[in-house]
């Protein structure tokens, strides 16, 4: 019990330290209310997220690396990562993502360059921070406690 | 004695025989009998051959009438010819049958010689009046000649009018008309030269402008007033002038003498008196002169159809001229108005990246902005709450206010700028007005005491509880209007007064385009705020409203504000299509701050306005969307599942589609609602709509379209709404937004949002 009662409470800080982070928004917590209905849901969409994003990054970093590079691609794989981001409530990836299609629009190679970077280390932040609190989750559930729900 | 006989008996027979009168005294010879047999001869020759003649003649000409008169002729010359020629025999002894013969012939004769000298009494008249009248004909036929001679010339001019009108009506350009006139003048009349004198744009003096024969007439100038030239401009008759006049000396050498000079007037239309029934007797003073010489060698008179057509022609180039003009003139102005077309395409442009531009700083900005001071507001609020030393905590008071001030500060100006642009928009909701009163009146009353002023509020009894209308930003201008009040009192007192404005309190005198009509549906309400401050310069007045400026007297007090409160606070109020102003009576003289606006009464209104919408409050019935179709168009994956994971969480049945013709091609009549995000690059989402609109119809059963977009631009709104979607919503989609969306969609048919 007390476990469990200390694995909520570890859960419910680091979900409200990763909200005042920044890394996380009300998105997220919205995505969390759908878990009353369809269980896993959130999971389902993170990894969704996850496999999108590789891809994207992927596609961005090979894009970037052309001789004559195309930035209405690049600019077009930036949107759907932003619209990726933000419906998962990734807000930091969002906000780099934004300023990654500034760059893009003034064509902008250096810019861009820099911008992945960034993107991709804001990526993988939070990227971190989703597996640990899903992993928190599963051991909540392991241990035979419920995961809370958030206001 | 027996030849003297003979001679005696000769003799008397002769007599006898032709009454001639012979001196018997002469003696009878031989010789005068030859005479007289020859002369007979011929003298019967002659009359012979006069009818012969007569009658080859007059056979041979076409009209005689007299024929008749002829053959009486012609008969007694036959006559008197063989009278003479019987007598040819009677000379000598005859016989008794020439003597009948020869008393014959002198008797027939004598008959026809009598008739004709009758006959000629009446034909020698009619033979000289045949005179007369030839002599008439002939005069007639001159004078005719004449005329024809006239009336060719005239045709000729006419003529030469039309062609000459022709050149010069051909062209639109100015020089070639002046110079065309002068060649075909000068061709068609044989001038020696033709020159034109334009008056100058001092309008005192005339300038050689043309000439025929110089080809680049020197400048020479004379005075207008001359007589001469007062003389021809005061008639529209072509004038004949002294070769002598300053007008007519164009050439420079003085051993030229011109033959006759002709000047005529060629009135200068204006294009604004350019009236058709006062033409050519206009208003118009200004004329050019044309001046016309004959060659002086050739004693050449100006005749009277030549000045006629200098005349007509001096006419037909007034018009030509004052139609180059009005083409010049509208030429002209087509070119400014080019010009200017152009110059306010780049000033649009111009403005437009200006906007843009703002506008673009605006968006980063406002995110840029706000974080920041977002995170050190709420950080030293938190800070406040740990334990400090007092003068960390005094410190962290500072920072706070500090800071406050700024947030408050960026909220207006980017408040302003929203205002400005046109894109703020109202939150219209219902609101209790008595508590908003007194919210404000509560925030006030700490500051107030302070400064010890007395603070009342009075609300009029008609004033309605619940009303409808932005409570926010009602609340905003209140406390700008009554903090001013309370900044600017040191002492005394602050009085706010509510009430239902009547008609007549309406309107401001200085503001009488301002009408406010009450309805069942709204009323206007009007606060006053009264205050016993330092009052206002009556010329500052005006400025009042201004952003950012404070007057003198102001400026030396701590103020601490922004200076945008009023304007702000204006733009509110008229959003809220009121009207707000500032009475004082001057310095020291405290002021009044008055602003009506208008607020919706609730329960009676059923329309909402665009884009002023009624959000209505939350608890209206929930209803079960168990089984609702619906289709979902996206094509970022992760977007889709969450979109769809929320309708599911709702009950509804959700199809997803990634692409816009996997849409076309799964939708049908069963899906309610189709949400589509429009933030597709490259992809027309707006198509769809169309072809959705098209494929069901305007039947009651067609599925409503609503767009999911991360922009909160009116362009991407308008597009929406031009193409018929029955509503627009914002990303991110919270359940319960979701909820009330789908709920106002199943029972309006239509969404809104601002």
């Known amino acids: 019990m007390e476990i469990i009662g200390k694995l909520q409470k570890q859960f419910i800080d680091f979900i409200k330290a990763l909200y005042h982070e920044g890394f996380l928004d009300d998105q997220f917590l919205q995505l969390k209310l759908q878990d009353e209905s369809s269980p896993d849901f959130v999971f389902e969409v993170v990894t969704l997220f996850f496999e999108d994003s590789e891809k994207i990054i992927n596609n961005l970093a090979a894009t970037l690396q052309q001789q004559v590079v195309d930035f209405k691609q690049v600019d077009s794989h930036v949107h759907q990562f932003k619209g990726s981001s933000s419906s998962v409530g990734a807000q930091r990836v969002t906000n780099a993502c934004i300023a990654f299609r500034n760059f893009c629009e003034q064509k902008n190679l250096e810019g861009c360059v820099q911008c992945l970077q960034h993107v991709k280390h804001e990526y993988f932040l939070v990227k971190n921070k989703l597996e640990t609190l899903l992993r928190l989750e599963q051991q909540i559930l392991a241990a035979g406690g419920t995961i809370p729900v958030l206001s | ?754």
């Not at chain 2, 001679?7 to 003696?27: A, G, K, T």
């Not at chain 2, 767009?707 to 991110?732: F, H, Q, S, Y």
């Open chain 2, 1 to 754: 004695m027996g030849s003297l006989l003979r001679m005696n008996r000769l003799l008397s027979s002769i007599v006898d025989s032709c009454n001639c009168i012979i001196d018997p005294q002469l003696p009878a010879d031989d010789l005068l009998m030859k005479y007289q047999y020859i002369s007979d001869f011929f003298i019967a020759l002659a009359y012979f051959s006069i009818p012969v003649e007569l009658i080859y003649f007059v056979k041979k000409s076409a009209v005689f009438p007299y024929r008749w008169v002829l053959v009486q002729f012609g008969a007694f010359i036959v006559l008197c010819g063989a009278t003479h020629l019987i007598n040819l025999w009677t000379f000598n002894m005859h016989t008794r049958n020439v003597a009948i013969v020869m008393t014959t012939a002198k008797v027939l004769t004598a008959l026809v010689s009598c008739i004709t000298a009758l006959m000629l009494v009446h034909i020698i008249p009619d033979l000289l009046s045949v005179k007369t009248r030839e002599l008439f004909l002939k005069k007639k036929a001159a004078q005719l000649d004449r005329e024809m001679g006239i009336i060719r010339t005239q045709e000729e001019t006419g003529r030469h009018v039309r062609m000459l009108t022709h050149e010069i009506r051909s062209t639109l350009d100015r020089h070639t008309i002046l110079k065309t006139t002068l060649v075909e003048l000068g061709r068609t009349l044989a001038l020696e030269e033709c020159a034109l004198w334009m008056p100058t744009r001092t309008g005192v003096e005339l300038q050689l402008s043309y000439t025929l024969r110089h080809q680049n007439p020197v400048g020479l100038t004379v005075p207008i007033q001359l007589p001469v030239i007062n003389q021809v401009f005061s008639t529209n008759r072509a004038v004949q002038i002294s070769p002598n006049s300053p007008v007519a000396k164009l050439r420079p050498t003085g051993k030229y003498m011109p033959g006759e000079v002709v000047a005529v007037r060629v009135p200068l239309l204006h294009l604004s008196n350019f009236q058709i029934n006062d033409w050519p007797e206009l208003s118009t003073k200004r004329y050019a002169l044309m001046v016309l010489m004959l060659p002086s060698d050739s004693a050449r008179q100006w005749h009277v159809h030549e000045l006629e057509l200098v005349e007509v022609v001096a006419d037909q180039v007034a018009v030509a001229l004052s139609h180059a003009a009005i083409l010049e003139e509208s030429m002209r102005a087509r070119d400014l108005l080019m010009e200017q077309n152009v110059a306010l395409d780049l000033a649009r442009r111009e403005a437009e990246m200006a906007v843009r531009a703002r506008n673009d700083f605006l968006a980063v900005m406002n995110h840029e902005m706000r974080t920041p001071m977002h995170a050190i507001i709420a950080l030293s609020s938190l800070l406040q709450e740990t334990d400090l030393t007092p003068e960390q905590r005094l410190m962290v008071e500072t920072i706070l206010k500090s800071s406050n001030l700024l947030a408050t500060l960026i909220n207006d100006v980017l408040d302003l700028s929203r205002l400005e642009d046109g894109s703020l928009q109202l939150d219209i909701v219902t609101f209790n007005l008595h508590a908003l009163f007194g919210e404000v009146l509560n925030l006030i009353k700490p500051i107030a005491s302070v400064k010890k002023l007395f603070v009342t509020l009075s609300l009029s009894a008609d004033l309605p509880e619940y009303v409808i209308g932005d409570e926010q930003r009602l609340m905003q201008i209140l406390i700008n209007v009554v903090g001013n009040a309370v900044k600017f009192s040191k002492e005394g007192s602050v009085s706010i007064s509510a009430f239902v404005a009547k008609s007549d309190s309406l309107r401001d005198p200085r503001a009488p385009e301002f009408f406010a009509v009450a309805s069942e549906n709204h009323f206007y309400l009007r606060v006053q705020v009264k205050d016993t401050g330092i009052g206002i310069n009556p010329q500052d007045i005006p400025n009042l409203f201004s952003k950012f400026t404070q007057s003198q007297a102001l400026a030396s007090t701590n103020s601490g504000g922004t200076g945008l409160g009023l304007a702000i606070s204006k733009r509110f109020v008229n959003l809220m299509e009121g009207h707000i102003w500032i009475e004082s009576e001057g310095l020291g003289k405290g002021s009044t701050a008055i602003f009506i606006i208008k607020l919706d009464i609730p329960g009676r209104s059923n329309e909402s306005k665009l884009p002023f919408v009624a959000k209505l409050p939350a608890n209206h019935m929930q209803m079960t969307f168990q089984g609702l179709k619906v289709l979902v168009m996206d094509d970022n994956g992760v977007s889709r599942m969450v979109t769809k994971g929320l309708l599911t969480h709702l009950g509804c049945d959700v199809t997803t589609v990634g692409s816009r013709d996997e849409c076309l091609r799964v939708v049908t009549q069963e899906h309610k609602v189709v949400f589509m995000d429009v933030s597709m690059p490259g992809i027309d989402c707006y198509e769809v709509a169309v072809l959705i609109h098209e494929r069901f119809g305007k039947r009651h059963g067609r599925p409503l379209i609503v767009a999911l977009t991360g922009n909160t631009d009116r362009v991407t709104k308008e597009n929406c709404m031009r193409v018929g979607m029955d509503g627009v919503i914002l990303k991110p989609v919270s359940v319960d937004k979701m909820r009330s969306v789908l709920s106002e969609l199943l029972e309006h048919g239509v969404v809104l949002e601002s």
